[in-house]
């Protein structure tokens, strides 16, 4: 593979939105968050149990369109490389689990959106560079926040949650908009911009942010922002040495114990805030999990195959609760559920992996985009203690996760390939020795 190869194609400033490359893929991320069911919302209403119409299906068949459309167009610039096989491998099991699946249907349908996404995440990584993708993910959660206040102000029935708990803006639930509030802060402190009204788009960006995780009333988010800023001053602090690394490393020391005590006694810190300790009900269906785990533990039950209202078993849970449950509020657990212990290894191995390519990337040209990548890799753990993670493809930490993956992955193949390309070495010119001087009328003789 050629240096140039590596190389994305793009140069249109990531603020410009008339380049239709930056249009496709800012539709796209939109797309993956979701941000237009709103629409569907607003002419069709909402209940448990709503299909898909017209208005859904167009935007179904335009988020296939735009993904096919990057993956043809970029993914000759990187190939398909260890980080896209593992990938692959792991939605091709999830097509697998419709053999044992309770809805074979529904795990097929699911799985072949998650294979759409891989392909437009993929055609992403190809078209642009790591500080190109954060300003566009920042456009895309500004965008965001900025129609969920207009939503508020227009229709605040359809902003709100129906039981009044919080926020939700143009997204299906208030933890939605929390994650991608979340995302938006973290993409602004690590896209590095120029000139004044970015900057200013920026301070702009994390105050609606900060603002709308707050309406939202999601811990889990406005915790996740907290650790995204701190991180980000502790970076800065560090980098630039002398009294600040030594303050930053004082804070860090003092903050990772009570980062630990909020992991380890959830409840007194719950309590301490005004919040139910038993996180609203989750682990009260926890328990209830396990014991399904335990009936299927090497395959599951299925990729989005539980928690279907012709499942006894999900109904069984749910008239224990009183409320039909739609999944298990835990990472580790809605993987083991609906996946098995292969699935979730699986998908460990990928979480791990971007870790440890994060972790090398350190040492390149894109330091940032590792810094990026590793901070938002402790965002996901902690959404994991009360959301699903990683197996929704239209979840903004689903495509964050895999981009930023794959980008670290191309960031080594980059630094590697420009250590081995031979330099040409400089030859100085020596000037010519001129022949001893004829005699200046030999021409006439």
């Known amino acids: 593979m050629t240096l ?4 994305p194609a793009t140069t249109a400033p990531v603020y410009s939105l008339y380049s239709f490359q930056n249009f496709i893929a800012l539709f796209f991320i939109l797309n993956t968050m979701p941000a237009f069911g709103v629409i569907d919302n ?11 119409d017209k208005i859904t299906q167009v935007f179904q068949i335009l988020m296939i369109l735009s993904s096919v459309y990057l993956f043809s167009r970029s993914y000759r610039m990187i190939g398909i490389r260890t980080g896209s096989t593992l990938a692959l491998l792991t939605i091709t099991y999830l097509f697998m689990t419709s053999l ?3 809805e074979p249907s529904a795990t097929i349908k699911e799985a072949f959106v998650y294979l759409i996404v891989l392909l437009g995440v993929i055609g992403l990584v190809g078209r642009y560079r790591p500080n190109e993708y954060l300003g566009i993910l920042f456009i895309a959660c ?3 926040g900025v129609a969920s206040l207009l939503l508020l102000i227009v229709s605040p029935g359809n902003a709100m949650m129906e039981d009044g708990g919080g926020m939700q803006g143009i997204f299906p639930h208030k933890n939605i908009l929390g994650q991608v509030m979340a995302t938006g802060v973290l993409a602004a402190l690590y896209h590095k911009t120029k000139g004044s009204f970015q900057r200013t788009l920026k301070v702009i960006g994390i105050l609606i942010f900060v603002g709308l995780a707050a309406c939202s009333k999601s811990a889990t988010a406005l915790v996740t922002i907290f650790v995204f800023c701190g991180t980000y001053a502790f970076t800065i602090g560090y980098r630039a040495g002398g009294g600040s690394r030594t303050i930053s490393t004082a804070l860090a020391v003092v903050a990772v114990p009570i980062l630990i005590m909020v992991v380890v006694y959830p409840d007194a810190i719950l ?4 919040k139910d300790p038993t996180l609203t009900g989750r682990t009260e269906i926890w328990g209830y999990v396990m014991d399904d785990i335990a009936l299927k533990p090497l395959f599951g039950w299925g990729y989005f195959g539980f928690w279907l209202p012709t499942n006894p078993y999900a109904l069984e849970i749910a008239n224990i609760v009183h409320w039909f449950v739609p999944q298990s509020h835990n990472g580790l657990l809605e993987l083991l559920l609906t996946t098995g212990l292969i699935g979730t290894t ?13 972790v090398k990337c350190l040492r390149t040209t894109d330091s940032n985009l590792a810094v990026f990548t590793l901070v938002y890799a402790v965002g996901i753990l902690m959404t994991g203690i009360s959301e699903n993670v990683l197996l929704a493809p239209t979840e903004p930490s689903t495509t964050v996760f895999f981009i930023t993956g794959l980008m670290c992955e191309r960031a080594l193949v980059f630094a590697r390939t420009r250590q081995r390309r031979p330099v040409a070495r400089s030859v100085p010119r020596t000037r010519p020795v001129s022949a001893a001087p004829a005699d200046r009328y030999s021409r006439f003789r």
């Open 346 to 358: 699986l998908f460990t191995i990928l979480f791990v992996r971007n870790i440890a390519l994060a």
């Open 142 to 144: 500004f965008i965001s």
């Open 100 to 102: 044992w699946s309770t």
């Open 42 to 52: 607003l002419v069709y209403g909402h209940w448990l149990g709503k299909g898909s």
């Open 271 to 274: 309590e301490l805030i005004g």
């Open 4 to 7: 140039n190869r590596l190389r």
